[in-house]
C-alpha cells in the first residue's frame, strides 16, 4: 500500500523532471524563408528614435503592401523596400534572438560625424511565424546606389541574405 507522502513526492519529482526537460528542450535553427522582398507600402503605426540607426529613427509598421517583386530599387525618395521572411528550426513557436545586420554602400548621415556602411540590431523571433524588415528613402542623402544587403544571424551564422541594386533614375 503506497503512502500519501510517497504519491506526492512522486509527483513533485515527475513535476520537477518535466520542467527540466521542457526549460532544457534543444532550440536548433538552420535557415529561413523568404517569402515576398521588393518594393512596398506601409502604414506606419508609430516611429521609434533610435540614434544608432541612420536618420535616427525607426518606422514602426502595422501594414505592409508589396508594389513589385524585384531586386532593383530606384533611388527616388519615399520608396520602401524589404522582404518578409520566416525562421526555420525547431521547437516551432520558441523565441529566439535573430541578429538584423543591414549593410549598405556608404550613407552620410548629416548629424553623424561618420560614413555608414552597416547597423545591426537583434530582434525576438518566434521559430515558424512571419517576420519583415526593410528600408525607406527619406532623405536626400539616403539616396546612395549601389548594393544594399539584410542578413539574418542567428548564434554569429547567417541563416540567410538578401541583396537590393539601388540605382539612380534618370
Known sequence: MKRPQTAIGLAIAFSI????????E???????DIIKYGSY???TEQIEYITETPGGRCH???ETEF???TFRIPAIL??????RYRINGTPEGKIVPIRIKKIYPGLKD???PNVIYSHDYVGTHEIGHVYGTGYGFDHAWELVTGMWTFQLLYEGKILG??????YKTK
Open 17 to 24: 523532471f518535466t520542467a527540466t526537460c521542457l526549460a532544457s
Open 26 to 32: 534543444k532550440v536548433d535553427v538552420w535557415g529561413v
Open 41 to 43: 507600402r506601409t502604414k
Open 60 to 62: 514602426i509598421v502595422r
Open 67 to 69: 508594389i513589385e517583386q
Open 78 to 83: 519615399g520608396i520602401r523596400f524589404g522582404f
Open 110 to 112: 548629416p548629424m553623424k
Open 161 to 166: 541574405e538578401i541583396s537590393f541594386e539601388v
